[in-house]
């Protein structure tokens, strides 16, 4: 006796990359098609719309573009993860719907610092400062990252890659704020025992903590 069998076609992958490592958000994200709030489909024998490889995976969609949703309606950020990016929008039918779509999150300003990572919780001090570009890295770049501040000033930056650091166990590194078209006019650690204050762009960090500092901008 035959059976017929239903074969799936799929219809493109997406996957979401913290900025700062390039690794797969580790945790689920609501993800849907916007209008129609379509979800991807679960893992074989599983509830989980999250792959093990951290992608999302949409099956039988019909001919068309759709936009991809990652956090609830109306909401800038979920889970410790904001977007300074455009929902990925993606045509159908693909030519290569087994690639990745991958899009950047950032994490939020108030998010979660993994254990030995090395990190700036920053607040710009200043008039508008909010949704300014800030970039952190060693004097001389390479300047691969950026994040941008929220409403309040305030925001995350992660330093994942490895720094030297200089004779007093310290990393140096210098803030731009808008590729440096708003000056950056010193800033102090919070508590101030964390570290020195600094009259211009450039500060030092302890190796593997967050530090919370205050940067003062023009």
């Known amino acids: 006796m035959s059976a017929d069998v239903w074969r799936h076609s799929l219809s493109f992958v997406v996957r979401f990359n913290n900025h700062f490592t390039g690794a ?29 490889d951290g992608t999302y995976r949409y099956i039988d969609l019909r001919s068309g573009v759709h936009r991809v949703r990652w956090l609830p309606p109306f909401t800038r950020s979920y889970g410790g993860w904001i977007s300074w990016e455009g929902l990925p929008e993606v045509t159908v039918p693909s030519a290569h719907p087994e690639d990745p779509i991958e ?11 993994p254990p ?19 970039r952190i890295d060693v004097p001389a770049g390479p300047w691969l990252h950026f994040t941008r501040s ?30 440096g078209a708003r000056a950056v006019n010193g800033g102090e650690f919070r508590p101030a025992a964390a570290g020195s204050s600094f009259p211009a762009s450039d500060f030092r960090v302890r190796p593997g903590v967050c530090s919370r500092i205050v940067f003062h901008v023009a």
């Open 150 to 179: 929220d409403d309040s000033g305030e925001f995350l930056y992660l330093l994942p890659h490895p720094i030297v650091p200089d004779a007093q166990g310290r990393l140096a590194l210098r803030i731009e704020v808008e590729r």
């Open 116 to 134: 030995a990572m090395t990190a700036v919780r920053g607040k710009l001090s200043g008039t508008g400062v909010a949704g300014l570009e800030v």
């Open 24 to 52: 797969p958000v580790a945790t689920e994200l609501p993800v849907r098609l916007e209008g129609s709030l379509v979800r991807p489909v679960a893992q074989r024998g599983g509830t989980e719309r999250r792959h093990a």
């Open 103 to 113: 899009r950047d999150l950032w994490p939020a300003a108030s998010a979660y610092v």
